[in-house]
């Protein structure tokens, strides 16, 4: 017999069950194919400009900062402008996303660099896949478009938020992701909510841990 | 990991005499607590949640065979692979075979208290892999050759003095004169210092808060980055997660992280909540080449059916060690094994019997403040009083002890005989005591009095004196 | 003999001959140690329009046996304990951990007996810690007393966390004509007694106490109250040992007007 049944067995005898019940295996499968929401809080389920204010309010008190620009072709100037005010060099590392792709970064002086971080890059740029406004929290979706290694590699991290992508909860984010994936996930979803931390020395919450030390989030009306 | 759960009383001892421990405390004490609160305060719904949280893994636990073939299925599907170990000893055989299959030489990790528990870092290096702890307070004991004396803040036991010390001590390739003088200096070292192991290792292993048999999916909660730099960068990526981790449905994941980073340290959500399924895909850039699942069991199919099949509800957010007047007054490495404060009560004697950890779920007032806070509302000193009848049953506790409960019982199941017996014992302490109205010492209650006076009693029992004035009035 | 009832209330039974029947359950700490208590729950008890009756068949709720495993002994008593106090309308008892074991765990103590399962249901749902009874189930929003002096109040555990008495010891004592209830610090953390783990884990409990008569000291009160006797004796003798001025009493006392005489390890006069 093989662990995996010597487990599973044990589990069953425990339980005082059988693995063909039909009541019980109906009640799983529905239960998965459902994916029923539960308690959504109140607190996200407001109307668009709200959920702006409590999504920039909530990720602001984590030390990300945010800044609101009015369309997409004013992104690589708000890229510009946030590098040179913090004294970063004017290059970012960035993967193939259709939209950043489109940008009108001839505008700028900014170098842009393709594929994942080997750990050398000093900034980040990511197109968020969502937003969570119940928490302040970003969505971002591994492959091609946004390497997950952007995410953690460089110590700035800037991301490209869209409003319409601003969700109330998680499960809107959850509705959209299986909309456009399918059954099948994508191999990493990153629910980012502020600049990375640490609060191991004495409870006292220092920034940069490992991931980055800053985030600075771009949200396109 | 050396289990010292039989000397608790021993390590208790030195632990309320360490001052450096006790100023340590002295952060949970505030931090966690404050925190905790003011985030529950904001969430109107929280309650609602814990109910949530409760009947999903009820119903999860109900059908947990069904559900981790579920989840089996899915792993596969997306390009894992799923390892079964019943015990430790599987768990330990079964990483060091994915380790020698890609001729690993270098392994980082994120947290995980399943390695802990299986004995996972000497066991790897034992057979000439080094694991390195690249959460920082993992980071931090295991430069100290320390066990975790907390479940998600594993050096809390320290103070920032000690920190710096033992960073001077290992990390010899830096200037001595450098300034250590405060935490964030501290974290720009050791961010320093684990960079380069993140970028040079072969493996990465991980724990799972939670794996959603829905889709096949690990989740891992950090503050850092360091589960998600453990992950996505090497070639391979080893989840160890225990049976009870299954949840089903990536709804019922969220009810549950809504509770977990609030009872936690009071944030609305950890910094990086990550959801991995399977290994890197043909449009991935990065991520791991191999993903590896080890499910592990060791102990906990047999606490399904019985009176602590609801600790495996626990979600491991540590509040109600944060929240226990026993751990915070004596820090985690005095419970002498993984898992301490109230859920390390319950779950220790599972895990390594109730004749070593038999003090675990007696130095316990029952004061509740546990289980009022346990997001996933686990009956907790009930559980831990079902421990004491184990004990019990078997004849564990010292003779003495189980004579005079004997002797207390025989006496009060017996009314006239008590009401004899104590109107003459109450009448002779009244009249010793009398005169001070307390005693500084008192034979046969040494006990109590070595730290407090005892109050003498008032030498008539109310039982004589209300049947005095029953008499009277008749 | 010190701190007993005499020079307080002697008088002869008079309370009403109307009104439910309360059982009192003594518990065995007051009865062995402080009978004032006793007597000043039966005064409030027959404040609020009851007729008190004490049952001789009571020696304790079978905690100590409970809480070591020993469910034979304890099932025992609770049946004892059942038996005397079910032909009652209530059963009130002036201490939050006695009353938390008769309503909360008599129950799942008989819950495998058929019989006894229903008859302790039924008794339960009789059961009251004494403050919630005076407060919730007679409506008492205020007391006849006087106390002269600043007070703080600690919250006993099971009282609090099993039965949720927190506001009723608090709106009765502002009632009391002359008395300043000022918060202490950390009310609802437990005092380190619980049973047998204060002898048990004499270091532990020590040093949980301290952290607690601190506290109370940093209050700045004259006199420190709970509702349940274990915790006071504990917190009493900690003082006592510490040298700290405090007087301890139970809140009964204070509220049924009976808080004349020796404080709880003082002696009488």
Redesign the interface.
């Known amino acids: 017999m093989s662990t995996r049944d010597a487990i599973l067995g044990k589990i069953r005898r425990s339980l005082g069950v059988h693995a063909e019940d039909s009541a019980r295996n109906a009640a799983v499968d529905g239960r998965l194919l459902q994916h029923a929401p539960g308690v959504i809080p109140a607190r996200g389920q407001v109307s668009p400009d709200a959920k702006l204010v409590l999504f920039t309010r909530l990720v602001e008190k984590t030390g990300a900062t945010t800044i609101r620009v009015p369309s997409t072709t004013a992104v690589p100037d708000a890229v510009a402008e946030y590098l040179r005010g913090r004294n970063l060099p004017a290059k970012v590392r960035m993967g193939d996303d259709a939209l950043l792709e489109a940008l009108p970064w001839q505008h700028t002086q900014i170098e842009r660099e393709k594929g994942p971080s080997d750990g050398h890059d000093p900034v980040g740029l990511s197109h968020a896949f969502g937003a969570v406004a119940e928490s302040g929290t970003l969505v971002l979706v591994s492959g091609n478009a946004n390497p997950t290694t952007l995410n953690f590699l460089p110590e700035t991290h800037i991301v490209v938020l869209l409003r319409d992508d601003l969700a109330g909860d998680y499960e809107m984010i959850w509705k959209k992701l299986r909309a456009e994936y399918g059954r099948a996930m994508p191999r990493t979803v990153n629910m980012i909510t502020g600049p990375s931390r640490s609060a191991d020395i004495e409870q006292t919450i220092v920034r940069g841990a490992h991931g980055p030390r800053n985030l600075h989030i771009i949200i396109v009306d | 990991m050396e289990i010292t759960s039989p000397t608790f ?1 021993a390590n ?2 030195a632990a ?1 005499a360490d001052p450096q421990l006790q100023q ?1 405390l002295g ?2 004490r505030t ?2 607590i404050e925190k905790r609160a003011a985030a529950v305060a904001e ?3 929280f309650e ?2 814990r109910e ?1 949280g409760r009947a ?1 893994k009820n ?1 999860t636990l ?9 989840y ?1 299925e899915k792993v596969l ?2 390009g894992g692979v799923v390892h ?3 015990t430790a000893d ?1 768990a330990r055989a079964i990483v060091l075979d994915i380790c020698r299959s890609v001729g690993a030489l270098s392994v980082t990790k994120g947290k995980t208290m399943i390695s802990e528990e299986i004995g996972l870092n000497e066991y790897l290096a034992e057979n000439g892999i080094a694991p390195v702890e ?4 993992e980071y ?1 004991i295991q430069i100290r050759d320390e066990a975790p004396s907390h479940i998600i ?4 036991h ?3 003095e000690q ?1 710096e010390a033992d960073f001077r001590r290992l990390h010899t390739h830096l200037p001595p004169e450098r300034d250590l003088s ?3 200096k ?3 070292e ?2 320093q210092v ?2 380069q192991r ?2 040079e290792a072969d493996v990465g292993i991980t724990g799972a808060n939670f794996l959603v ?5 690990s989740i891992i909660v950090t ?4 589960g ?2 453990t992950q ?2 090497p070639k391979v990526h080893i989840v160890l997660a225990s ?1 009870e981790k299954i949840v ?5 994941a ?2 549950i ?2 509770l977990l980073a609030r009872s936690a ?1 009071g ?15 043909r ?5 791991p080449g191999e993903y590896h699942v080890v ?1 592990l ?1 060791n102990g906990r ?6 009176e602590f099949q609801d600790m495996l509800r626990c979600i491991r957010c540590a509040a109600c060690m944060n929240h226990c ?2 751990y915070q ?2 820090g985690g490495h005095a419970y002498g094994w993984v898992y301490p404060g109230p859920m390390g009560a319950v779950l220790t004697p599972q895990l390594i019997g109730i004749d070593k950890a038999a003090n675990l779920p ?8 546990c ?2 806070v346990c997001p996933m509302k686990i009956p907790l000193p009930n559980m831990m ?1 079902h ?7 078997r004849h564990l ?1 010292p003779t003495t ?1 189980r004579t005079g ?2 002797l ?2 025989f ?5 006239r005989l ?2 004899f017996v ?1 109107g003459i014992a ?2 002779i302490l ?2 010793m ?6 005693f ?1 010492r008192l034979p046969f ?1 040494s ?2 009095t ?14 004589e ?3 005095a ?2 008499r ?2 008749a | 003999m010190a701190g007993t009832a005499s020079g307080q209330s002697t008088e002869l039974p008079t309370g009403p001959t109307e009104g439910p029947s309360v059982a009192l359950f003594v518990t065995c700490l007051v009865d062995l140690f402080r009978p004032n208590v006793g007597f000043a729950a039966v005064r409030l008890i027959e404040a609020s329009g009851c007729r008190v009756d004490v049952p001789a068949a009571q020696t304790c709720c079978g905690q100590p046996a409970y809480n070591s495993g020993d469910r034979r002994d304890a099932a025992a008593i609770a049946r004892q304990v059942i038996a005397a106090f079910e032909p009652y309308d209530y059963v009130v008892a002036p201490s939050g951990s006695c009353a938390g074991m008769l309503k909360v765990h008599y129950p799942e103590l008989l819950q495998d007996d058929p019989i006894w399962a229903v008859r302790a249901k039924a008794f339960s749902a009789k059961v009251h810690e004494l403050v919630s009874f005076l407060a919730d189930v007679r409506g008492m929003t205020g007391v006849e007393a006087a106390f002269q002096g600043t007070v703080t109040y600690h919250d006993s555990c099971s009282g609090l966390r099993e039965l949720g008495v927190r506001e009723q010891p608090r709106r009765l004592l502002r009632s009391v004509d002359g008395l300043k209830l000022v918060e202490l610090k950390d009310a609802d953390v437990c005092c380190g007694f619980g049973g047998t783990f204060c002898v048990k884990y004499a270091d532990i409990s020590d040093a949980i106490v301290e952290r607690k008569t601190a506290a109370i000291a940093g209050s700045g009160a004259g006199t420190l109250l709970a509702g349940d006797l274990g915790c006071l004796l504990n917190m009493a003798g900690k003082l006592s040992r510490e040298g700290r001025p405090v007087a301890v009493r139970h809140v009964a006392e204070v509220l049924a007007g009976m808080a004349d005489g020796p404080a709880i390890g003082e002696p009488e006069e």
């Open positions: 009383k208790a001892r309320l340590a952060h949970i931090g966690f969430l109107p719904e609602r949640l949530q999903i119903h109900e059908n947990l065979d069904l559900y981790l073939e579920a089996e599907e997306e079964w170990a019943e599987d690249t959460d920082l307070g931090i803040a594993p050096a809390v320290l103070t920032r920190v405060d935490a964030g501290l974290l720009g050791a961010r684990l960079r993140f970028l048999a829905e889709t096949g999916t503050n850092e980055g360091n998600d730099l996505t960068l049976i089903p449905t990536l709804e019922d969220s009810q992280l809504r340290t944030q609305d959500m950890s910094v990086y909540t990550t959801f991995s399924t399977g290994p890197r895909r449009d991935d850039p990065d991520g499910i069991d199919s047999g606490m399904l059916g019985t007047p026993v007054e004596i007696n130095a316990s007032t029952f004061c509740g403040r289980e009022a009083r421990w004491r009848e184990r004990e019990f049953e506790q002890y409960l004997g207390w019982a006496f009060a199941r017996r009314p008590y009401q104590t109450m009448r009244g009249n005591g009398a005169r001070k109205g307390r500084r209650a006990g109590w070595k730290y407090r006076d005892m109050p003498a009693p008032a030498g008539a029992t109310f039982q004196m209300w049947a004035r029953k009277n009035a």
